[in-house]
Each structure stands twice: as C-alpha cells, then as structure tokens.
C-alpha cells in the first residue's frame, strides 16, 4: 500500500513564526523549503476536517505539529519543487491580489497556506506538504531599516560597495608544498 493524498485546501490567515522559502533549507541533507506558522484553532480544524475529507479517518498524529515559546506551531515543507525546478533560487508566492511576487513571507508576516494532506503508510499519521504560499501582510522588521541604529555622519557609505567574493574562490595567495612544509600546523 502506498501513501495516500487528500485533496488541496487553503488555509485562514496564519502568521509565520519562521520561514525559509527564501532558498532551500539543507541542513539535515534533503533540500526542501519549508514554513512555520502558528497553530490556531481553526488550521487545527481544517488539518482534521481535510484527514476525514480525504477518507483518512482519525489519523494517530498529525507531523509537523510542535510546541515552541510562542504557542503551537505546523512545519509544512516542500521538497518537490527543488526536484522540478533545480534552478530555482526561492519558492514562488503570490501577494494578496493572487498575483506572483519575488517577496517571501518572514517571522510576523500574515499569509495563507495551500497544503495537500498525506496519510503516511509506515504509521498511520499525516503529513501536510507546502503547494502554494500567499503573502496577506507584510510587516516591517526591527533590523529593516539599519537594525536600529541611528546614521552616522561622515561614516562609511556601502550603498556602492561591492559583494565579496563567490564562497569557494580563494582570496589568499597559493600555498606551495615548500611553503606548507613551514606552517605550525
């Protein structure tokens, strides 16, 4: 028997406690974009009334519920899209008005959801995959307009300064085997 998937739902407005749409999370080795939002009342209901639309039933436990300081939390990922669009560089969202954007969702932004619940085979519980994200309320951050700091007059200005170099190019001169054999370690 093979996992089984229930239809697409959207859900109310949540508010995001932690989002990483901007690239792919590989922390722990699959690359997957993946959002936090907070769990309310009604996404725990629609997370039940979408197990027994799909036929589900009671299922044994729902992944991706958690506790963390500010409440309950659902982690919804996806790691298909990386498989689809190997050069893509962030999830795709939309804005309020249905529309696609560049921007994503960050802690304290509002968004709505569109998730496909899985009944896992292993053991009875369900999975909710990320489909689609949009963006109802973004809300401006401490650290967006200089980390609170005040300008400095006559100080450094980096509006022109250019980005280091690309991670990997070596910066440094080459170390010959002559000039290794020197080096304390």
């Known amino acids: 028997m093979a996992n089984k998937y229930g239809k697409a739902f959207i859900t109310d407005n949540v508010s995001v ?3 990483h749409l901007h690239k792919p999370d590989t922390k722990f080795g699959n690359p997957n974009y993946n959002i936090t939002v ?11 009334d979408a197990a027994q639309a799909a036929g589900f039933g009671k299922v044994a436990k729902i992944n991706g519920i958690g506790n963390r300081d500010e409440g309950k939390v659902l982690k919804v990922k996806n790691a298909q899209y990386i ?3 190997p050069g893509a560089t962030s999830f795709p969202c939309v ?4 529309k696609s954007t560049k921007a994503v969702p960050f802690g304290g932004d509002v968004v709505r959801l569109k998730l496909v619940p899985c009944l896992l085979e292993r053991d009875g519980s369900m999975s909710v995959y990320l489909d689609a994200c949009q963006i109802i309320e973004k809300n401006e951050r401490e650290d967006s307009n200089g980390g609170g700091f005040s300008a400095v007059e006559g100080g450094f200005d980096g509006s ?3 980005a280091p170099a690309a991670e990997g190019s070596n910066l440094a ?3 010959t085997e002559e000039d290794a ?4 370690f």
């Open 17 to 19: 406690t932690w989002s």
């Open 38 to 48: 907070s769990l309310t009342d009604d996404l725990q209901a629609k997370l039940t």
């Open 83 to 85: 498989k689809d669009n």
């Open 95 to 98: 804005d309020a008005s249905a």
């Open 160 to 162: 022109n300064a250019e």
């Open 173 to 175: 001169e080459e170390v």
């Open 181 to 184: 054999a020197d080096l304390p």
